[in-house]
């Protein structure tokens, strides 16, 4: 469990000794709900006439009074204490870092291009705002993270690093090695250390990588953001040897006409060509799409979404959905002010992505369905900061349902073992084929844990291995049991993490792989799960964990 009392220390004596008796009044009572939980704060905070102290205030003392073993865990006042639990309901907890501004080849018509700003971003968007106060340096940007969410709550053994701040491929070679490696550092120093000034020489990357194999935040999945026309075998090796496992692609639309009309510098062929080389190196797939953009309609962007999953040559893993935004200082901006452009209505919005979710295959996951830009800064388009939740409650009014993996996550949910279901979908994808793998709740329509295997287009074309480690072998691109994040080695009851399912679904794909005649799995795995991978067989190889199978 994490610590929080040296990041939140409470000196006031008075109020200690009021949120120890609210903790375990809390705890005695056996509230049901956050109203519950907020009547008992106000009850006893109200007979020493002090106001009812934050849920961050009475997490710290919650766990210092388990600390010293006054009082027993109770993983439900947890959850209600936590401020947003939604940060790990999909089984870790996600940390954005954004890099330095630098140069960017684009010249898109949307982008907005602020001072001193990473292209395309804007300096009173949420994660630029924590990267400016960390002087985007990545350690500090890290470390502030994880102490925000330790301190509201969340479980932090296991991080999912996104390193957002445009086009990650342009930046010095030299400068993408420090900054992943300052991350990584991050992640294997202690808090405390930080917060009193306590500072440690940071080693190499590959020495911080295996020093992350066994810490206490592990890295578990790394994404990097780039463009499609930057994606060729010397940059995934690259990237590779970073530690990646999943690359954002900024593909906005897979329409030629479109995408020459907003100046976007490259065209469906080369999403196609980018989209190959990732999944044959085991890559996770991430589009981001842009509906709305000049020279679109409703109907033509809603066509666009089905090609990406009729087309065996497309068919990411995963979707971000951002509409185009009319933002001051981008060329679009003169384009809507003259007239030459014009967003969608709110009513042809919600009907477009309404029809789009309903079409989404169950492989896929919509991680975003917008941007996080504050309402004062769009000039026009879509301000509604709840979108998904607008969609999703007219989605339920009609009775229409969208299946992709975020909105089938288990979360906290309960489910009942003997309602699971091991279920196997095939598909083509990038002239390999593809196993989605998964145990379900079939009676709630709720997905515990996937796993995605490839056979790669090597395998059926008789084509080169550009990575040598993967000849011969399909590849697992990502292994990952929903629900609330728990930490490693842990089980808690009515916790669908760490009861096995993962083992289950490698047994299930090396018996697939296995009878396909191949006799060899690769695994792209997380720095902080190599050791998790080796409990099974895997041995390390070049940036991959192999197995021969027997």
Aim: charged share 30%; hydrophobic share 35%.
């Amino acid at each position: 469990m994490n610590s929080t009392s040296e990041i939140y220390p409470i000196k006031d004596r008075k109020l200690y000794r009021v949120c120890q008796k609210i903790v375990r009044g809390l705890i005695e009572t056996n509230i049901e709900t956050r109203e519950d939980l907020n009547k008992i704060k106000r009850k006893i905070a109200g007979e020493d006439k002090l106001p009812p102290p934050s849920n961050v205030i009475l997490l710290s003392v919650y766990r210092k009074l388990i600390g010293k073993k006054k009082i027993k865990r109770n993983e439900f006042l947890e959850g209600l204490l936590r401020k947003r639990e939604i940060r790990t309901l999909s089984g870790v907890a996600v940390v954005a870092v954004l890099t330095r501004p630098s140069f960017c080849p684009g010249e898109c018509i949307y982008c907005p291009k602020e001072k001193d700003i990473p292209k395309s971003y804007l300096s009173n968007e949420p994660a630029v705002m924590r990267a400016i106060l960390a002087n985007f340096d990545p350690f500090r940007q890290v470390q502030m993270r994880l102490r925000s969410l330790t301190r509201t709550g969340h479980e932090t053994s296991k991080i999912e690093l996104i390193v957002m701040g445009g086009t990650w491929s342009v930046l010095p070679k030299r400068y993408q090695r420090w900054f992943i490696t300052r991350c990584f550092a991050a992640c294997n120093t202690e808090g405390r250390r930080v917060v009193h000034g306590k500072t440690r020489r940071i080693k190499s990357l590959k020495e911080e990588q295996r020093i992350n194999e066994k810490a206490k935040h592990r890295i578990v999945g790394l994404t990097l953001e780039t463009r499609p026309d930057f994606i060729n075998i010397k940059e995934i090796k690259r990237m590779r040897s970073l530690g990646a496992t999943r690359v954002e692609l900024g593909v906005q639309t897979i329409d030629d006409e479109i995408l020459k009309n907003v100046k976007r510098g490259h065209f469906q062929e080369e999403t196609i060509q980018a989209t190959k080389l990732l999944k044959d190196a085991g890559f996770k797939v991430s589009y981001h799409m842009m509906p709305n953009l000049p020279g679109a309609t409703p109907k033509k962007d809603f066509e666009v979404f089905e090609e990406l999953f009729s087309l065996s040559s497309f068919r990411p893993d995963m979707l971000k959905i951002y509409p185009c935004l009319v933002i001051k200082g981008s060329e679009l901006y003169k384009w809507w002010k003259s007239g030459r452009y014009r967003a969608y209505s709110k009513k042809e919005l919600l009907e477009l992505l309404i029809k789009i979710k309903s079409i989404i295959p169950p492989y896929v996951r919509i991680s975003r369905l917008i941007r996080d830009v504050p309402a004062p800064s769009i000039e026009e388009g879509n301000k509604i900061s709840n979108l998904r939740e607008v969609v999703q409650t007219e989605m339920e009014k009609r009775g229409v349902r969208c299946r992709c993996i975020r909105c089938r996550e288990v979360k906290n949910l309960k489910f009942k073992i003997e309602n699971l279901k091991f279920v196997s979908r095939e598909y083509e994808a990038s002239e390999g084929r593809e196993y989605f793998l998964s145990y379900e709740d079939v009676k709630g329509d709720k997905i515990i844990a996937f796993l995605r295997l490839r056979i790669p287009s090597q395998i059926f074309n008789k084509g080169q291995y550009f990575i040598s480690e993967l000849e011969g072998a399909a590849i697992i691109r990502e292994l990952h049991t929903c629900g609330k994040a728990v930490p490693l080695k842990k089980k808690i009851k009515g916790a669908s993490q760490h009861l096995g399912f993962g083992k289950k679904l490698m047994n299930k794909a090396e018996k697939i792989v296995k009878g396909l005649g191949i006799g060899k799995m690769a695994v792209i795995s997380g720095v902080g799960v190599r050791e998790y991978y080796r409990h099974l067989g895997y041995r390390r190889e070049g940036d991959y964990m192999i197995k021969v199978l027997a």
